[in-house]
């Protein structure tokens, strides 16, 4: 029952600056881990960023270009890329990780936003 709903993909230039949001709905106990994946044409879905706990962890590849951040309380993750390349352009899905009373984590994803970097 709980939905995430992501915004602000889009068409940027090479070099632009882009931030993807994601807020989940429903009844949420608590949120374990937040975290953004994306799949480009002819790869894998990869790991971008991650954080829980307050750590926060990135992929080599986007490693000082983008920032992930999140709000707990308002159940929202954002993600705040900068100096994009072509290489970053993939359809980024949310994920957030909760936990119930009893102990037991769910992972729920967003829709897919659809971020494309080209001049």
């Known amino acids: 029952q709980v939905q995430l709903v992501e915004s602000g993909g889009g068409l940027v230039q090479p070099g632009g600056s882009l931030r993807l949001s994601c807020t989940a709905s429903?009844?949420?106990?608590?949120?374990?881990?937040m975290a953004w994946y994306r799949q480009a044409p002819g790869k894998e879905r990869e790991l971008v960023a991650a954080?829980?706990?307050?750590?926060?962890n990135y992929a080599d590849s986007v490693k000082d270009r983008f920032i992930i951040s999140g709000d707990r309380a308002q159940n929202t993750v954002f993600l705040q890329m900068s100096s994009l390349k072509p290489d970053d352009t993939a359809v980024y899905y949310c994920?957030?990780?909760?936990?119930?009373?009893?102990?037991?984590?769910?992972?729920?994803w967003g829709q897919g936003s659809q971020v494309t970097v080209s001049s």
């Open positions: 954080t829980s706990g307050g750590v926060t």
């Open positions: 994920k957030i990780t909760t936990r119930s009373r009893a102990g037991v984590y769910w992972d729920y």
């Open positions: 429903g009844i949420i106990f608590t949120i374990n881990t």
